[in-house]
């Protein structure tokens, strides 16, 4: 499968970590000499998608202007004789990047859907910006993978159905009413990591929850799903978009797959979760360099 296209909402207010986000976007927050959306960027540069669609808010157009060319201060770093820097700068120089804006924050489904008219690509990712993996594979390439194991492309054993992989992670029970949570079928690939789901039910109470199999910020969706997004019924009471009733009403039109991402998960989305994240990746730079 070649996925050319990603799309990465990132318009949310960042409210718990006021009041430094009323300056600086939340995904502007630094993990070692990078911002987080640098590192999900880079997650798609890994996987050869150089066709970015940034969804954000008024006020956050630092984030697609960190990855723009700055002409003056190349020019100085030259001067300096600071290549290494200088390689640094340009390495987003063949990544096209766009911009879309949702005034309104009325859910994750209705941030993908300001993307729809950029979206060219039969399959997308979508990266969600709190949810940072550490420890493998990064967690676009281990979907990607699930996709091609589930028969997705151009793989012999395909069904020709379109396909949907997301990527979930084995909580604790009494945190499902925090996920979307994955109902596994009876009928599973032989890939231990991947579940073929057979429901979806969104943040349900932990008695009512179908597995302990919680989605985690990472999707493979197919095109078709632009289409449904304006359609679906919301779960919730707030009339919000959410990407997970989508999927529930193309439940029996497309195949959709979980995939157990291996490694750390990190959650950016909380103070006390960014800490455990900047210790997570410095931990990490300290063992490379041994």
């Not at 699930?146 to 997705?152: K, L």
């Not at 179908?210 to 197919?222: C, D």
Request: glycine residues 10%; hydrophobic residues 40%; contains cysteine.
């Amino acid at each position: 499968m070649k996925i050319s296209q990603a799309i990465l909402p990132i318009a949310g207010l960042g409210t718990r970590f006021l009041p430094w986000t009323k300056a600086v976007p939340k995904e502007m927050l630094p993990i070692g000499t990078q911002p987080i959306i640098a590192l999900l960027v880079d997650e798609c540069l890994e996987q050869g998608i150089r066709d970015i669609c940034f969804v954000i808010s008024r006020g956050k157009e630092v984030v697609p202007q960190y990855f723009q060319r700055d002409a003056q201060l190349e020019e100085e770093l030259a001067l300096r004789g600071k290549s290494h820097l200088l390689e640094e700068l340009t390495r987003y120089d063949e990544t096209r990047f766009h911009v879309v804006y949702q005034e309104q924050l009325k859910g994750d489904g209705h941030a993908i859907l300001q993307a729809e008219g950029w979206v060219e690509s039969d399959e997308i990712a979508v990266l969600f910006g709190d949810d940072l993996f550490i420890g493998a594979g990064s967690a676009l390439q281990q979907l990607m993978a699930g996709y091609e194991t589930a028969g997705g492309g151009s793989a012999p054993t395909g069904s020709g159905r379109e396909k949907a992989v997301i990527a979930v992670e084995n909580i604790p029970r009494e945190l499902s009413s925090k996920y979307g949570i994955i109902d596994v079928a009876s009928d599973q690939p032989s890939h231990a990591r991947l579940k073929k789901v057979k429901g979806l039910v969104e943040k349900p109470k932990p008695e009512a929850a179908p597995s302990t199999f919680g989605i985690v910020g990472r999707y493979l969706i197919p095109r078709s799903t632009f289409s449904v997004l304006p359609k679906v019924k919301s779960s919730t009471k707030d009339g919000e978009i959410r990407l997970i009733d989508a999927l529930i009403a193309q439940l029996n039109n497309i195949e959709i797959y979980g995939y157990e991402c291996e490694g750390k998960r990190l959650d950016t989305g909380t103070p006390e979760g960014y800490r455990n994240a900047l210790i997570a990746y410095g931990e990490q730079a300290f063992r490379e360099q041994e």
